[in-house]
């Protein structure tokens, strides 16, 4: 399972690479921002321990609330701003799509 | 009874699976979204359906409790991140994203912190959940306080410019490492005690905190894309520690994705992230800066609104350069509508765009999109450099270190090599600038100077806004 599970890690890693590595300069920071909400993902593994915990103590109940807290944050937060910040390039995307092509 | 139960079980973890399978894809095909300017909206909610599947998917698994601690936590955290997203500036986004990149690490250590805790120490565990689970411990620790440290750098509740031991720096970092690792040794090994994860989760705190402090504001970008790129991987790590396919696919993906963000930025300021790491940048610039002045002993000289106005008037070409200092101001919609009185008389407006300009890469794009500045009038670096000598005025609006000569004359200046935009080229410069400090490099800058520079101190968009009614008067 654990081998199995690297090699879904590693070929992530490419597809990351691969998919990402193709965004124009203007994109860099909603990337970021869009990227930075994806790993907002943790919030499952809060909600795994969480849940399947069959008698966490009250200490640990409440890192790991803390935790999908932060998680809920990092997802939500995160993908609201970067809509936000996109929302901004949508209206006029006919000029930037020529100032692409100009650059390749 | 037991068989369609036993059934549904099966069936629960298989669609779990595809659940997941489907979640990652449309990470996958969200994020290709975003490559396009056209496609980059609807990529981001796909990306964002997709996280909502995994949430669901993860709701489904067998045996959960503990319900309302959950929902209770979900919203909670809904309810603090809806309002911060959406009142916060454009301008703020860089620290934004910094804090919402810190509270990502800051859980995946505390989920770390409270399993060890459940399982009383990880001496019955195998390595393969171990190793992750400490990775993750650490360097989420790392992540979330240096973020913070970030955040307050960029928030300017710490001052930006560098703050560390000197010389004892690096020797210090390198024992928390070691401290933290050998914890974690400690713990591989079956130690089962509370202390070891709490020296684990301190030490790696007092790194992160002792990592980002002494690296200057300048550097607070490619330090924010860095800590982005360790928090996906520590995900990826929680991931493979807690056999989740969803998570080790979303975190890894973020891992390679700041990881070339990182080299991006660092290569546009012709630094290497090693020697960033190493920090300090800045503290021993402003030394050299100080004295280079010193020695310059050159006058800067102020101008008015009105002057400024007259010769933006009567020129053929403006390049407008905009910097963090446009961004703090607000300064954004009067540019633009400056930029539009200037081309009622026929000048030509074009904004020259440096790739670390602001504190994000696409920061300034960003703000200028939002005030509607058409996109081809947005120069790249390359594009705009040729132009500058047949430049009548360049307009430097709060940008500092990414126009300053030194970088390409003077071998001493810590940012010597860096590509900058050659505005001392054209033929004058007016400077918008709050006051002669130094930039988030905290160096001076030669350009101001120069003969052909002239200062208009104030706030950037106060400055912009009388030079516009200056221009409307003429």
């Known amino acids: ?104 | 009874m037991s068989a369609p139960l036993a059934t549904s079980l099966i069936h629960s973890s298989e669609l779990i699976a595809v659940l997941y399978i489907v979640a990652f894809s449309l990470f996958i095909y969200g994020l290709s979204g975003l490559t396009g300017p056209r496609t980059a909206v609807r990529g981001n909610r796909i990306a964002a359906v997709g996280m909502g599947i995994a949430v669901l998917a993860t709701f489904l698994i067998d045996g959960m409790g503990n319900w309302v601690l959950i929902f209770i936590a979900l919203i909670i955290g809904t309810i603090i991140g809806i309002p911060s997203a959406r009142s916060v500036k454009m301008t703020a986004v860089p620290q934004m994203v910094a804090l919402f990149n810190g509270v990502g690490g800051g859980a995946i250590a505390l989920i770390a912190w409270a399993e060890f805790n459940d399982s009383a120490g990880f001496a019955d565990k195998p390595l393969t959940f171990i190793i992750p689970s400490l990775f993750a411990a650490i360097v989420g620790s790392v992540s979330f306080w240096g973020s913070n440290i970030a955040f307050a750098k960029l928030q300017e509740i710490l001052p930006g410019h560098p703050i560390g031991a000197g010389r004892l720096q690096q020797p210090l970092n390198l024992l928390l490492l070691l401290i933290a690792v050998g914890s974690a040794a400690a713990i591989a090994s079956g130690e089962t005690a509370t202390v070891y994860i709490l020296v684990l989760l301190i030490a790696s705190a007092l790194l992160g905190l002792f990592v980002v402090l002494p690296i200057g504001g300048a550097d607070m970008p490619v330090v924010i894309s860095l800590l982005n790129a360790l928090t996906g991987l520590s995900a990826a790590a929680t991931g493979l520690a807690l056999n989740n396919t969803a998570l080790i696919v979303a975190g890894m993906i973020v891992g390679a994705s700041g990881t070339i963000l990182t080299r991006l930025m660092a290569d546009a300021m012709n630094r290497s992230i090693p020697s960033i790491i190493a920090g300090g940048f800045g503290g021993g610039g402003g030394e050299v800066g100080a004295e280079g002045a010193g020695e310059n002993g050159g006058t800067v000289r102020a101008t008015s609104a009105a002057d400024a106005a007259i010769q933006m008037a009567f020129a053929r070409q403006v390049v407008i350069v905009p910097g963090y200092g446009m961004a703090v101001a607000q300064a954004q919609h009067a540019v633009r509508e400056l930029a539009s009185e200037l081309e009622k008389r026929n000048v030509e407006v074009k904004y020259a765009i440096h790739p670390v300009a602001g504190r994000m890469p696409g920061h300034m794009n960003v703000l200028l999109a939002e005030a509607d500045v058409p996109y081809d009038q947005l120069k790249e670096m390359d594009e705009i450099n040729p132009e500058f000598s047949r430049t009548d005025v360049a307009l430097v609006i709060g940008a500092n270190d990414v126009t300053n000569p030194a970088a390409n004359t003077n071998s001493d200046s810590p940012i010597y090599g860096m590509p900058i935009l050659n505005v001392n080229e054209s033929k004058s410069v007016i400077v918008l600038k709050r006051s002669m400090n130094p930039g988030f490099a905290g160096i001076e800058n030669e350009l101001y100077f120069e003969p052909m520079t002239s200062m208009l101190f104030g706030d950037a968009k106060s400055s912009v806004a009388e030079i516009t009614s200056e221009l409307t008067a003429l």
Not at chain 1, 70 to 99: C, H, Y
């Open chain 1, 1 to 104: 399972m654990f081998i199995t599970n690297v090699a879904i890690l590693v070929l992530a890693g490419f597809v990351g690479y691969a998919v990402i590595s193709k965004v124009p300069n203007t994109l860099h920071t909603p990337l970021m921002s869009g990227t930075n909400a994806i790993h907002g993902i943790v919030v499952l593994g809060g909600i795994i321990v969480l849940g399947l915990g069959e008698d966490l103590s009250t200490l640990d109940k409440g890192l790991l609330m803390i935790a999908i807290v932060f998680g809920t944050i990092n997802v939500v937060g995160g993908f609201l701003v970067t809509d936000r910040m996109l929302e901004m390039f949508k209206s006029k995307p006919a000029p930037v799509k020529q100032d692409d092509e100009e650059q390749k």
